[in-house]
């Protein structure tokens, strides 16, 4: 399967290589189309390609970190040519919105394809993919019928025994404010102070060293993003894989909210020259095929409710994702990383 989306990058981009080396090439009059994106993946630029080879218009991408990517735009103001502003996790989106960087928009398709709790609630933002914030475990060490939800983690039975990254990282502080979404300040506070005090280590590294530290005992369970996982089931190193063999993972908070998900998203931004363009734009990348092409590319699911999720994820089941608006995390964040401070979560 994952050969036949190799093959069809080729292919998207073999075509739009030709377009371009036709005699209708673009004048300097056409519009095109610049996006700012703080995601990296062949398979993104592939989907690009297609946009133009679709619609005739040409994508002109700037890549680059989430920060400096505001920062570009904060001091471009009304000249920036940017038209569409693409990045990971709800909060960046939140925050990249509260600092006026994006607009409204209004779009039939896209309030069809993504589901409420996906988009910003006025159209400022769009979910692309979804990302499950999991438990992986240690299968020699845990068995699965000792896994219930977040909360459990913070019980003395798990003293000791769990690893998760730092709450500077965005991914946590957005696990952070959706508990605080739904469960409030107070037991959020008691649930995070509970699982400081069961860590098996000071926090360090990303979410693939969290794995590795359950794979090897440092730890029997982590809280990591489910891509991770795959990225080392599917890879070429030995050592990973092996690795990989030795832990499984869990969905948990099925008998009550879901599973913590998040997004990696695109909005149209405050100044965009092309405006209509970005909207659809953004429209060809929730189709069916684009969203197939998406989360193939970086094991992620697609957003679209009948997009069926590559087997690479399939063979981990369906499960309950919570339903929250995922604008809240940014919404809590603030106060999220005051209650990881005030607990010690480092």
Not at 53 to 68: M, R
Request: net charge negative; with cysteine; glycine share 8%.
């Amino acid at each position: 399967m994952r050969r036949f989306y190799q093959q069809l990058f080729l292919a998207i981009a073999g075509s739009a290589l030709l377009a371009g080396c036709g005699g209708g090439s673009n004048s300097s009059t056409e519009p095109v189309l610049y996006v700012y994106s703080a995601r990296h993946y062949d398979t993104d630029t592939a989907l690009y390609d297609s946009f133009t080879e679709k619609t005739g218009i040409p994508v002109q991408l700037v890549e680059g970190k989430d920060d400096e990517l505001v920062a570009r735009l904060k001091a471009e103001g009304v000249n920036s040519p940017a038209d569409v502003f693409i990045t990971v996790d709800a909060g960046r989106l939140w925050r990249a919105d509260q600092d006026g960087l994006l607009q409204p928009v209004q779009s039939e398709v896209l309030t069809e394809r993504i589901p409420e709790n996906l988009r910003h609630p006025d159209g400022d933002w769009f979910g692309l993919t979804k990302r499950a914030r999991i438990l992986v475990y240690n299968k020699d060490k845990v068995k699965p019928e000792e896994l219930s939800t977040y909360e459990d983690l913070a019980q003395p039975k798990w003293k000791g025994r769990v690893c998760v990254r730092s709450s500077s990282n965005v991914y946590n502080q957005s696990l952070i404010g959706s508990m605080i979404e739904s469960r409030g300040i107070e037991a959020t506070e008691t649930w995070a102070k509970g699982l400081v005090a069961n860590f098996a280590r000071p926090p360090q590294g990303g979410d693939t060293d969290q794995i590795k530290a359950v794979a090897v005992g440092v730890c029997d369970v982590a809280i990591v993003n489910h891509y991770y996982v795959a990225r080392m089931q599917q890879s070429d190193e030995p050592d990973t894989q092996e690795m990989a063999s030795k832990v499984a993972i869990f969905f948990p908070n099925q008998q009550d909210r879901g599973t913590h998900v998040n997004i990696s998203g695109a909005g149209v931004t405050a100044n965009a020259p092309n405006r209509e363009a970005a909207v659809q734009f953004i429209e060809h990348l929730t189709s069916p095929e684009s969203q197939a092409v998406f989360a193939q590319g970086n094991d992620e699911y697609p957003v679209v409710a009948d997009v069926a999720p590559p087997p690479e994820l399939a063979q981990y089941g369906e499960f309950k994702a919570d339903s929250i608006n995922v604008n809240s995390y940014g919404k809590n964040s603030p106060e999220a990383v005051k209650l990881a401070d005030r607990v010690g979560w480092k």
